[in-house]
Structure formats: C-alpha cells, structure tokens
C-alpha cells in the first residue's frame, strides 16, 4: 500500500534534487528519506532516482509518478483540511511561502497579529524568489504566498493585492553621480553599471524594461536576487541600483532621474481550484487589515 510519508519523502527529493536536503527540509535524517524512497521503490518495482555522484535525477519512473504523487497528497491535504474544518475551529499547519524581503519588511506585524489571534496555528514558513512563490502554489507545494506580484498578470493564480511598493533609484552618499544636480536620464545611468536584482526577478524585469524602452539594455556589474545584500553593495559604492523606497536610508540616497516612476505591487497568491484551509483563510483575512487603504474592501474583512 501506498505510504504518504513514502510519497513526501519522494517529493521532497524530487523537488530538492538531494536526499540530505530532502532530509533537512523534512527534518528527518539522509537514512530515513532514503528507506523511504527504497519502500516506494519496492513497492512499485521500479527504480524512481538515478544517482550520480552527488546528482540526483528522476527516472522516467520517477517522471510518471510525479503527478500522481502531488494529486494523491493533496487529496489527502484536502480530506484531512475538510474534516478539520467541521469543528469550525482555526488550527492545523499553515503551508505559507514568502520572499525574503517581504518576509522580513511586511510580514513581521501580521504574524504577530494573527499569532495573538490564532494560537492554535502552526506555520511552515518557506523563503523562496516570488517567481519561485508563484510556481509553488501553481504546482499546489504551499498553501498561501505573499510575495512580489507578477507585473505582467497570473491568470491562472488568484491573487489579493496588498501594498504598492514604490521604486526608486539609488546610490551611495558620496558617490559621483549623486553629485549631479539635473536629473539622470537612461543614457547618463547606463555609462555607470548598476547593482540590479536579476534578470530572471520580478523587479529586474520592471526595470531592464524601463530601459528597453528607451532602447537601452543595462550591463550589471553585479547582479543578485537579495535586496538586501543589494543595498549593502550600493552603499559601499559599488553603482547605482533601483530599490525599494522604504529601504532608503543612510549611507543611501535617492537619485533624480527623467524616467516615469517604477513600482511593483505585493500580494498574496492561493490557487483558485484548492480549497483553503480555516487557517489560510484567516490568514488572508489578517493580511488585507494590514493592506494599503486603497487596496481594502469589505469583502477581505468578513470571516
């Protein structure tokens, strides 16, 4: 018969491409994942992994089960989130993704809040790029994302916008281009090369397409996905960058440019044909009290 503990582990390994990552994500030991997959292995009469040296890849096998196994589980999520929520009571785990930077700049008084409210909630918080979020939930692996939304739409996503996240340009206090009293158009900014979030994000993409639009294709002289460590790079002095404007402060400051104002928006993302469990949907209904203003409705409010 079929374990689920077999068909996470499975998953888990199938996600992560590792077992000893697989077991640390699982907080099991590199053992028990393994006689896991062995179990399901047997059981099937296939081998579902190749191996090799420290790669770990499906096998055709492997390839098949996939989709059944992610069905079969979340049937299961969803028998089991039914019977919960007869009782009408607000428990369980809640599967909850979010990026790092809206992690750490957005979400700290909502879970305060909804921690005081819910005691009885566990969260299983995963960080992970909101392109990587988007996936996640499309692929139905978490619950509930709050992330950078995708500006070019997700259709196939339902998605509560929450804050609008203004962009702005920046260089360190000091540098030669702050000392310029005009403002900067594409040109004079593309001959100093930018510390960017990349390519493959959200926000590089609202960027490099500001650029595009004035034919202009921006060459990074570093480029990563953390904001964070973004800012510390341009307040060393190592170029200019596009960021969020609330993370502007000291040794930072914001530069004049000729372009139209950037922003992105923040959001959160369930998918549309997954039946939310009690605690997501409090959860969600949390989160839109914490909304900009403009983006509250009565309809977000009631339970």
């Given at each position: 018969m079929l374990s689920l503990n077999d068909l996470t582990a499975f998953l888990a390994v199938a996600e992560l491409k590792s077992f000893s990552r697989a077991a640390e994500h699982l907080h099991l030991t590199q053992p028990a994942i393994s006689k896991r997959v062995q179990s399901?292995?047997?059981?099937?009469?296939?081998?579902?992994?190749?191996?090799?040296?420290?790669?770990?890849y499906l096998t055709p096998a492997?390839?098949?089960?996939?989709?059944?196994?992610?069905?079969?589980?979340r049937a299961a999520e969803d028998t089991r989130r039914l019977i919960t929520d007869l009782g009408n009571t607000v428990s369980g785990v809640l599967h909850l993704v979010?990026?790092?930077?809206?992690?750490?700049?957005?979400?700290?008084?909502?879970?305060?809040?909804?921690?005081?409210?819910?005691?009885?909630?566990?969260?299983d918080i995963r960080f992970e790029d909101s392109e990587a979020a988007h996936d996640l939930i499309r692929r139905n692996a978490s619950e509930i994302a709050v992330v950078t939304l995708n500006p070019?739409?997700?259709?196939?996503?339902?998605?509560?916008?929450l804050w609008h996240d203004p962009l702005c340009f920046t260089v360190a206090e000091g540098h030669p281009l702050g000392a310029i009293r005009h403002p900067l158009d594409c040109a004079a900014l593309a001959?100093?090369?930018?510390?960017?979030?990349?390519?493959?994000?959200?926000?590089?993409?609202?960027?490099?397409d500001?650029?595009?639009?004035?034919?202009?294709?921006?060459t990074p002289n570093l480029s990563t996905n953390y904001l964070e460590t973004i800012a510390m790079l341009v307040g060393i002095g190592l170029g200019w960058s596009v960021l969020p404007r609330t993370m502007i402060r000291p040794p930072l400051r914001e530069l004049a440019t000729?372009?139209?104002?950037?922003?992105?928006?923040?959001?959160?993302?369930?998918?549309p044909q997954r039946q939310l469990s009690s605690a997501a949907r409090a959860f969600r209904q949390v989160l839109a009290t914490y909304a900009d203003p403009e983006f509250r409705t009565s309809d977000d409010l009631v339970p």
């Open positions: 399901l292995e047997s059981l099937l009469g296939a081998p579902l992994f190749d191996r090799v040296g420290k790669q770990v492997g390839t098949a089960l996939l989709p059944r196994a992610e069905s079969l589980l979010t990026s790092h930077h809206v992690g750490l700049h957005r979400l700290p008084p909502v879970l305060r809040a909804f921690t005081r409210e819910y005691p009885d909630v566990q969260f070019r739409g997700a259709a196939d996503l339902e998605s509560l916008t001959r100093e090369r930018p510390v960017l979030p990349g390519s493959s994000t959200f926000t590089g993409r609202i960027v490099s500001a650029f595009a639009a004035e034919g202009i294709t921006l000729t372009l139209p104002p950037l922003a992105r928006t923040l959001g959160c993302l369930t998918h």
